[in-house]
């Protein structure tokens, strides 16, 4: 799953664009964006922030340097925990070269103490988006912590691993109604890409970059 890994598996699979969504940081963002070029992929911006009530965020901006200061804001709200690779996993941040740069001790999948809505006009300020990701899920979704999907913050969307899901979770949670389901791989493996995606119509005509912030602002 390095970047270059990501972005080629997403050509393989026909895939005209892709997000980067890592646990509560945008370090690789850099590298992706990089390999993104080479292949000919539209790399969007991404992360998936885990907030201060343990509910899963994915968090897309129209522009690198916007996630990047977010992450680097991020990373302060995070709880002071060392990783420990043998249980976790290595947190590995790449180059633009494909190499590893260094690893990051810092735990990823801990609790930001940004709560929800918190988080939500936070990403704003950073011209972000931010929706509620696999509310169809049992942990980490808002509907699993909460209990209900609440009327604040004012989400336009919501995420769904599972698009046969969505009856059975409109029904229990009549708020989503008049909400904007989209579905997500939520691919932590490079054998799930391709398992869910959306369309965007895009001019063909915009240059490279514009055209990931042309998808972002597209849902703003």
């Not at 990089?34 to 129209?62: R, S």
């Not at 029904?171 to 791989?185: A, D, E, V």
């Not at 869910?196 to 001019?203: E, N, R």
Request: net charge negative; aromatic share 12%; charged share 20%.
């Amino acid at each position: 799953m390095t970047p270059f890994d990501i972005a080629g598996m997403a050509k393989v699979n026909g895939l005209d664009a892709v997000a980067l969504t890592d646990h509560n940081t945008c370090l690789n963002l850099p590298a992706f964006f990089h390999a993104c070029n080479y292949y000919g992929i539209i790399p969007i911006a991404g992360m998936e922030l885990c907030t201060a009530e343990e509910i899963h965020l994915i968090c897309l901006f129209p522009r690198l340097e916007s996630a990047l200061d977010f992450s680097s804001f991020v990373e302060k709200t995070l709880l002071n925990i060392k990783n420990k690779p043998d249980i976790f996993g290595h947190q590995i941040i790449y180059s633009i070269n494909e190499t590893e740069t260094y690893e990051c001790d810092l735990l990823l999948s801990s609790a930001s103490s940004l709560t929800l809505s918190e988080a939500f006009y936070k990403i704003n300020s950073y011209g972000g988006i931010c929706y509620p990701a696999h509310i169809d899920r049992p942990s980490f979704s808002v509907t699993s912590v909460l209990g209900i999907f609440p009327d604040e913050p004012p989400f336009k969307y919501f995420e769904l691993s599972n698009a046969d899901n969505l009856i059975n979770i409109s029904t229990k949670h009549q708020k989503i109604k008049t909400m904007r389901s989209l579905f997500g791989s939520d691919s932590h493996c490079l054998s799930k890409f391709g398992d869910s995606f959306g369309y965007f119509i895009l001019d063909d005509n915009l240059p490279w970059p514009l055209k990931s912030e042309s998808i972002i602002n597209s849902l703003l």
